[in-house]
């Protein structure tokens, strides 16, 4: 049987469809009953069984943090695809991010380890990888993380939860991590996903950023996934990016295709510089939660250019063209509206 850890996200919702599809015995841990219609949300854009693929999932009610709950969950497992995380950018929310990311993955690794799973599948970010000096360097799985780098709260606990993976690795656990960009998917339109930026594109931006990062399609994360883990290929961490594109080119593809204006001014890094100093009061004074971060105004700006050859050599594997991901991803949202 295949355990399914954050089964009600966006790469969670998406994997369990395809693991149904393709008849496979799942289980998948949730936290709240609420975030469940998402799933069947998520299954109805692609098959009109939605309520019957759904009924086959077995869902276990856990927290990661929580030992027992877990126990029970694990039980008769053979693979595991931990997609659980908590995504915020935001510096104050550095404890909690640590409790999910780190010591949740930890539990979930030693688990792994005493029910004497197969194989493990991880999902990180690119966020858990370093960057090169030079920015028109590609970055790949080789290129050397920097813990002196003023890196984000959820970079920091993404990097940390790859630890504990490998330390599983030298317990004898088979495993795989993925490392996806910018995930293109349908179904979240708020939080952290990156739904989010299709609704806020939608109504509007008045700025965009010249910085550049690695985007892939959500469809292709979970396909990549489910290859992996049948593969014979362990202990390996693989890049997931489709593309490198600039903010002011995704906001502007994206834009044209919701039939929406584009964003039209430059946010200069003094202006930038300025807003996250701002934010920073307004949160210290008011409680505000926090919009910007000094490294999400940095990351706005910083070119980071990825290389997925690996995972492309590994699969013989070809990623779904960013254009097509927008198209796809717009038309769900204004069927969704």
């Excluded at 404890?95 to 780190?102: A, E, P, S, V």
């Excluded at 688990?111 to 590609?138: F, T």
């Amino acid at each position: 049987m295949i355990l399914v850890t954050g089964g009600t996200g966006l790469v969670g919702s998406h994997l369990l469809f395809q693991l149904l599809k393709k008849n496979e015995t799942v289980r998948a841990i949730y936290r709240h009953e609420k975030t469940l219609k998402r799933v069947k949300h998520v299954f109805s854009y692609f098959s009109d069984d939605a309520e019957i693929l759904f009924d086959k999932i077995e869902w276990i009610k856990a927290d990661l943090n929580n030992i027992p709950d877990l126990q029970v969950a694990f039980k008769n497992i053979t693979h595991v695809y931990h997609c659980a995380a908590f995504v915020s950018f935001e510096p104050d929310k550095y404890r909690l991010l640590r409790r999910i990311n780190i010591e949740g993955t930890a539990n979930i690794v030693n688990l792994c380890i005493s029910h004497q799973v197969k194989k493990l599948c991880y999902v990180s970010s690119i966020a858990a990888i370093g960057h090169h000096s030079n920015p028109e360097k590609l970055i790949d799985e080789k290129t050397d993380w920097n813990p002196e780098d003023d890196n984000s709260a959820y970079a920091i606990t993404k990097y940390g939860a790859e630890l504990e993976v490998w330390r599983g690795t030298q317990e004898g656990l088979d495993a795989v991590i993925v490392n996806p960009g910018i995930i293109l998917g349908a179904g979240y339109w708020h939080g952290g996903s990156s739904g989010h930026l299709f609704k806020r594109i939608y109504k509007g931006m008045s700025y965009y950023t010249n910085g550049v990062t690695g985007y892939v399609d959500v469809l292709d994360v979970a396909d990549i996934m489910e290859q992996l883990m049948k593969s014979t290929i362990k202990n390996e961490a693989f890049i997931l990016v489709s593309e490198n594109l600039s903010f002011k080119s995704f906001f502007t593809t994206t834009a044209e295709t919701l039939n929406v204006k584009s964003p039209t001014k430059e946010a200069k890094p003094w202006l930038l510089q300025i807003g996250w100093r701002l934010d920073w009061l307004n949160h210290k004074i008011f409680g505000k939660q926090r919009r910007l971060s000094k490294q999400t105004a940095r990351s706005a700006l910083s070119i980071t250019k990825y290389d997925a050859s690996k995972l492309k050599n590994a699969l013989n594997f070809k990623f779904k063209p960013i254009n097509e991901s927008i198209k796809d991803v717009s038309k769900l949202y204004l069927k969704d509206l």
